[in-house]
C-alpha cells in the first residue's frame, strides 16, 4: 500500500534532545522506536499525535519505527481493528516496513521468563479473588496487605502456574503476581498482577493459551525483546516505569530499552477515552467508529480531513512534559489552511430558492466561464450553464431587511457569479406565507460581473441553473458534543442534539456530480465538501468538512 511521502521533522522537543544526546554520546548507535496501539478499538486524533512522534523521530533520525499490536486480552480484541488500525497509519502518511509485530508473538518467551521469576523467589500465585485483591492493595495514603499466599515455595508456585497455563482453573481463580512490595508507595508496585486466567480464543494463537500476560508485563519485554532504545508513553505511564525497570533488571532481556513520558492530546469539545467512544457507537449515539462526529482517524477521514493537516496539527501543538488541553480550533485552522490551498472551487444551493430571470430568453441556455482555484492558474476553468431559472440559497433573499443586508431583497441588485447583475421585482408566496419563487430582471450588459455604466453592488451571491443542476444530500456536521469540557462519566448528558444536519434538496453543479473523487471540495460562500461513501449514481451525498469561518470564534 503507498503512503503519501511524509516530510521530515525539523522541530525540537525534550524527547528529540534525549536522543540526540544518546546519539551523540555513543549510548545507542541507532534509533529503534515503537507504536503499540490496543486492537480493542479504532485509533483517535490523540493516537495521531503518538504516531507523528514515534515515525516521525524515526524517520528523523534515519532509524525504524515498529508497529506491535497489544494483542494481550482475546475477550476485547477483533481482526476488524487491526486492519483498521494499519490502514489508518498509512494513511496518515507512515510506514513500518516489515516491522510489524504482535505481543502474541513472544508469549511463549514471555511466559518462560514468568517461571524464571517464580524460581528466582520474584513471583507467586495468588488465590485471592479479584475483589480480595483490590481490597488488599491499600490506597495512596495506606500500605498494601500481604497476601496469605505471598510465601508459597517456588515449587508450589511453579506447579499451580503450569497447572494455570494448562486450563485447569476457571477464569478469575487464581493470578500470577510480582513479589515486590506491598507498602511501596507507587501503587504499581504493590504486587501487581503478570498474568491472569482467560479461557478465550485468541485472534492470532487460537485455544493455545488459557493464560495471558498483563500490559505491564507484556509491554517492557516486548520491547526489550525487538531492542526498542526509546520507549515513548503518553503520561499516564509515568507511574508504571519503576515497574517497567524492575521486571528489565529481574529478567534475562536482550536489551534494556528506556521509558519516556509525554502529554497525551486533549481537545476542546472532544472526549477520547476509548470506553466512551465504543459506547457511543453501541448505544447507537453516532452511526459507527468512521461517523464524521467521530474523533476516531476513520472518522476525521470520511469527513474529508487530510491527513497533512493532521500532521500540521500536531507539529504545531508539540510536545510537552504537562499535560493540557488544545482549543479545537486550532484543529480547525489547519484544516482551512490546508484545504484553502488544495481544494478546487465549485458552486451549490444547500437550501434552494427558486428564482426566474423574465427577460430572459425562454430556452435560452448560455455557458459561463468559472475558476476552478482563484490562486492557482494552473486549475484552469470550467463551463457553467445559465439559464432563465435559477436557484439560490434562501438566506441570500429577505422581503423585509435589516439596514445593512445587501444581499437579494424586493427592489434591491446583486451580481450572480460568473454571470450578471439581477433585480428582485417581486416575491411569490405559497398559501402558508413562505416564499417559494422570486421574479427577477437581469441587465444582459453586465456579463461577467460588471455595469458598463460604473454601478455598484454590494453583495456577489452564488447560484445554480435550475434545468443543469443536480439534486443532492448534503451532511453538515457540527461538534458532537454542545460543551468544551463535556463531562465523560455522564456524556451522553453533554451531547450536541443539532450535531448532524441532514439537507435532502440541494442542489450542486453536475462538475460535482459527475466526479467520484475522494478530493475535498470548496463550495463557494458554503465551506469543504468531501462525497461520502453513501453517494448512489442517482443520489451524491456530501459531508461538509468544516466551514469556512471559525466556528468557535468570538463575535
Not at 492470532?204 to 515513548?232: F, N, V
Not at 444536519?501 to 442542489?507: F, G, T
Request: charged share 30%; glycine share 6%.
Amino acid at each position: 500500500m503507498t503512503t503519501e511521502p511524509v516530510a521530515a521533522e525539523t522541530g525540537r522537543d525534550f524527547i528529540r534532545d534525549i536522543i540526540q544526546a544518546d546519539l551523540d554520546s555513543g549510548r545507542h548507535k541507532g534509533i529503534v522506536t515503537r507504536f503499540p496501539p490496543e486492537p480493542n478499538g479504532y485509533l483517535h486524533i490523540g493516537h495521531a499525535k503518538s504516531i507523528a512522534l514515534n515515525f516521525g523521530i524515526a524517520q528523523e533520525f534515519s532509524g525504524r519505527c515498529h508497529l506491535r499490536f497489544d494483542d494481550t486480552n482475546p475477550t476485547r480484541e477483533e481482526q476488524e481493528y487491526i486492519d483498521s488500525i494499519q490502514a489508518d497509519v498509512h494513511w496518515l502518511g507512515y510506514d513500518w516496513g516489515t516491522d510489524l509485530y504482535y505481543a502474541s508473538d513472544y508469549f511463549e518467551r514471555l511466559y518462560d521468563w514468568a517461571e524464571g521469576l517464580i524460581r528466582d523467589g520474584h513471583a507467586y500465585v495468588d488465590d485471592q479473588s479479584p475483589e480480595e485483591i483490590r481490597l488488599t492493595r491499600g490506597t495512596l495514603t495506606e500500605p498494601g496487605r500481604n497476601s496469605p499466599f505471598r510465601d508459597r515455595s517456588a515449587e508450589e508456585n511453579l506447579d499451580l502456574f503450569r497447572r494455570m497455563k494448562a486450563g485447569e482453573f476457571q477464569n478469575g481463580a487464581r493470578v500470577l503476581r510480582a513479589k515486590i512490595d506491598m507498602a511501596s508507595g507507587n501503587i504499581n508496585l504493590r504486587d501487581p498482577v503478570l498474568y491472569r486466567i482467560l479461557h478465550a480464543t485468541h485472534p492470532r494463537t487460537g485455544d493455545r493459551w488459557s493464560i495471558y500476560p498483563s500490559y505491564d508485563y507484556a509491554h517492557g519485554q516486548s520491547d526489550a525483546i525487538e531492542g526498542i532504545t526509546h520507549s515513548i508513553c503518553t503520561l499516564e505511564f509515568e507511574d508504571h516505569r519503576p515497574l517497567y525497570e524492575w521486571l528489565l533488571e529481574k529478567l534475562p532481556v536482550p536489551s534494556k530499552p528506556r521509558q519516556y513520558e509525554f502529554a497525551r492530546l486533549n481537545l476542546t469539545y472532544t472526549l477520547l477515552s476509548k470506553r466512551v467512544l465504543t459506547q457511543l457507537v453501541r448505544d447507537g449515539h453516532v452511526s459507527g467508529w468512521d461517523d464524521p462526529r467521530m474523533p476516531t482517524i476513520a472518522g476525521l477521514k470520511r469527513r474529508g480531513v487530510p491527513p497533512a493537516a493532521i500532521r500540521e496539527f500536531v507539529k504545531r501543538i508539540g510536545v510537552a512534559k504537562a499535560n493540557s488541553v488544545v482549543d479545537v480550533g486550532m484543529l480547525e485552522f489547519c484544516i482551512r489552511e490546508h484545504l484553502n490551498k488544495t481544494a478546487l472551487r465549485r458552486m451549490a444551493v444547500l437550501r434552494p430558492l427558486k428564482v426566474v430571470i423574465e427577460n430572459y430568453p425562454e430556452g435560452q441556455v448560455e455557458e459561463l466561464e468559472a475558476v476552478n482555484h482563484p490562486d492557482d492558474p494552473a486549475a484552469g476553468t470550467r463551463r457553467i450553464a445559465f439559464g432563465r431559472e435559477l436557484y439560490i440559497e434562501r438566506d441570500d433573499f429577505m422581503e423585509n431587511p435589516p439596514k445593512k443586508f445587501f444581499r437579494l431583497s424586493p427592489g434591491s441588485e446583486v451580481r450572480l457569479r460568473y454571470a450578471y447583475f439581477i433585480k428582485c421585482r417581486e416575491a411569490i408566496k405559497d398559501a402558508a406565507g413562505e416564499v417559494v419563487e422570486l421574479r427577477c430582471t437581469y441587465d444582459p450588459l453586465t456579463k461577467g460581473g460588471n455595469a458598463p455604466d460604473g454601478r455598484k453592488v454590494k453583495a456577489t451571491m452564488h447560484w445554480l441553473s435550475a434545468a443543469q443542476s443536480v439534486p443532492a444530500e448534503i451532511r453538515i456536521y457540527h461538534q458532537l458534543f454542545a460543551k468544551p469540557n463535556p463531562d465523560a462519566a455522564n456524556f451522553a448528558a453533554d451531547l450536541n442534539p443539532r450535531s448532524l444536519e441532514i439537507l435532502k434538496d440541494a442542489r450542486i453543479e453536475p462538475a460535482i456530480a459527475a466526479t467520484n473523487s475522494s478530493e475535498v471540495m470548496q463550495f463557494e460562500r458554503q465551506g469543504y465538501f468531501v462525497r461520502d461513501r453513501d453517494s448512489t449514481p442517482d443520489r451524491p451525498v456530501f459531508n461538509r468538512t468544516i466551514g469556512l469561518r471559525d466556528s468557535f470564534a468570538k463575535g
